[in-house]
């Protein structure tokens, strides 16, 4: 586009030189402008049901495509409402740019309706917004755009969200095209996210390190994270494993970034698998590539780690930092490190034979309903190999991290960050909708995320969306009856739901859509098969008991005593 812009346009084409495709959110009068801009741009506009949802969805593209996304609200309640899914890209690390309209400059401190920039007479947007990003800037003049764009997509080049607060009247005011143009990304021509910069000096000493720890035979165990995953180096990462005959695991963020049949020991954390545990236990010198080493990537690791050598390599630093810490690109780093072991003759060898253990977890006596390993091990035989795999919180998360991160030779999400009930079925969406698409997206969600933010699934319909609902029922939030039967047995339970038929309900608001309900597990089978190889939306309601526990460690460690 050329020749005089307004300042929504100017943001959209600096987005979009920065690799954003698609815009996420929900149309308002104090956004409309920029909705207008995206139109007259032939920028792609997906309008969700609910800001948190629109918010998710720019995340799940950010993570599945390792480049920045973008989600628009307007004032008010939309503003508030994009906050909860700010705060999961803040708290993982996912460079999220949300541009949010407020009242005219003119009604600023005059009682504008939704006016949210007079504190403390009125609700304080930048300071919320500066709590759950790395910047959050308002804009009142086109000269002032120019710099908070700079600012902006700096903190989207760290992997940080950003946040401009544009008011209605700023956003149609004109400006020339090469005024306040942002400087070129320091990404890559793709638009990922990645500085390039490393420590050759450190890299070249943890290469001589290695190499002879190798010679002494050492046991090395490389840990990956969610950063390994959406940088996409599980290439890179299966080539230093031979060399170093490394044993592999991965945090539930990073478990799609190998293939898990060779010299992987699984998942570590809460709702990881006992084999990944030892692996780590039994390690000379810990690897961390890419994962903070969060509580949930832990999950009570804490004694052994203490004793352990680790090596952190990552564009952020771990939490609590461990050992030593090696800052920088996380491709670079791994292929300049691979490069300098072999320039020390440290050549591939075989990696060690692993089987993946699984937490030994109790029945329901007498239940006649699917447990969850068997109804996550009848989803894995049915899913297509390049699957995009969404999981949500709760039951249904521990359970999918535990049983199909092993199986799916495609990519796999857990927002572990805020743990946000709903996360999945909106981030699935937009994975679906977005840059994102490519085959099939199937979410796996329970029965309280769905009733939380499950009429996102009408914006599946409305894009004709290639995903796959897959809800698990209990009637109930299972994870809290499972918390309420463990610790506080001698009080009533809050969190058991009168049945609802999901399966009817969405049938009857969806009528073209296929959902099917099967009432056993070669039902299920039969089902998955179909569905996963469909095109368009289609969901899969499967029944399920509330008061089987998950594999989730800490409930598991209760319950044996």
Known sequence: MTGRQNVAEHVLVSAQQRGVTHVFGVHGANIEDMYDAAARLGMPTVVAKHEFAAGAMADGVARMTDSPSMVITTSGGGSMNVV??????????????????????????????????????????MGVLRSVTGHAELVTHTTELGPALKSAFDTLDRGLPAALVIPKDVQSQSMWESTNQPPPSSGTDSGRIDSGRIDTDELTMLARQLADAVADGARICLWLGDEASRARVGNTVQRLASRLGATIVASPGGADTTDTRSGHAGITGVMGHPSAREALTSASICVSIGCRMTATDRGGLDPALDDLEIVHIGRHSARPTRGTSIVGSLPNTLSYLDAELERLGVDEQSVPTVGIEYLDTPTVPESRLPHLREIMDTIADALPESAILFADAGNVGAAAIHYLT????????????MGGMGYAIAAGIGAAIGPAADGRTVIVAGDGAFFMHGMEFHTAVEYDAPVTLVILNNDAHGMCVTRESLYFPDTPSVNRFRPTDIARGMAAMFSNVEVRHPGDLHELRADAAELFSATGPNALVVDCDPD????FLPFLQKGLR
């Open 84 to 125: 909860p899914a700010l705060a999961e890209s803040y708290d993982s690390r996912v460079p999220v740019l949300a541009v949010i309209g407020v009242a005219p400059t003119a009604l600023t401190a005059r009682g504008a309706f939704q006016d949210m920039l007079d504190a403390p007479d009125t609700i304080d947007l």
């Open 406 to 417: 092993p199986v799916t030779d495609g990519r796999f999400t857990v927002a572990l960050g």
């Open 548 to 551: 089987e526990i998950p594999p």
